[in-house]
């Protein structure tokens, strides 16, 4: 019913910069926070950052100040622009959004596919 299509991720240097965008699609009413998550090689997932539909964000402490959310309402996607890239940034960055249905009371979850980032040294 919904989908999430994320894409720039791909390799860069350290000190770099990358660009991601998440848009989704389907029976969408309203979407509450649209989050960006990552996902190293062997380790848990984790929180990156948020975007609320009040305007509010938030963010990891090992990104705050090289990384920025934002969100087009109008177009259901968010972005997360990525500075000053570090190697321990790698990993597979997924989208996630918190989406009422059309006909819907309820708050569903949804995922994207991910994308990979790769800094190298």
């Known amino acids: 019913q919904v989908q999430l299509v994320e894409s720039g991720g791909g390799l860069v240097q350290a000190g770099g910069s990358l660009r991601l965008s998440c848009a989704a699609s389907g029976s969408i009413s309203s979407i509450n926070a649209m989050d960006w998550f990552l996902q190293a090689q062997g380790k848990e997932r984790e929180l990156v950052a948020t975007s609320t539909s009040d305007g509010r964000t938030n963010y990891a402490d090992s990104v705050k100040g090289r990384f920025t959310v934002s969100r087009d309402m109008a177009k259901n996607t968010v972005y997360l622009q990525m500075n000053s890239l570090k190697p321990e940034d790698t990993a597979v960055y997924y989208c996630?959004?918190?989406?009422?249905?059309?006909?819907?009371?309820?708050?569903?979850?949804?995922w994207g596919q991910g994308t990979q980032v790769t800094v190298s040294s």
């Open positions: 996630h959004a918190d989406v009422i249905l059309y006909g819907s009371i309820w708050t569903y979850a949804y």
